[in-house]
């Protein structure tokens, strides 16, 4: 299964609607992992743009294990 690496925005004030951009696959965790950190350093500072990879089937699996909404865990006191 390929490694999808996607760059996701949101449009400022809409936290839940993402926007996202395949960027490239690759066949490699490796590969797709050193992409992604020299997209992240390319990214303007005004970007509040994400740099992700995603495992997955195809492309659209990818896309809706990005899209789907998590909340966020809870964080006990012992752990932070």
Known sequence: MPYYVFKMS???GMA???NLELVADFESFREAKNFA????AVLDK??????KVMFADNQLMAEEQL???REKPIVMEHEK
């Open 46 to 51: 005004d970007d509040s743009s994400v740099i």
């Open 16 to 18: 839940l609607v993402k």
């Open 67 to 69: 899209l789907a909404f």
């Open 10 to 12: 949101s449009p400022e």
């Open 37 to 40: 950190k020299e997209q992240r």
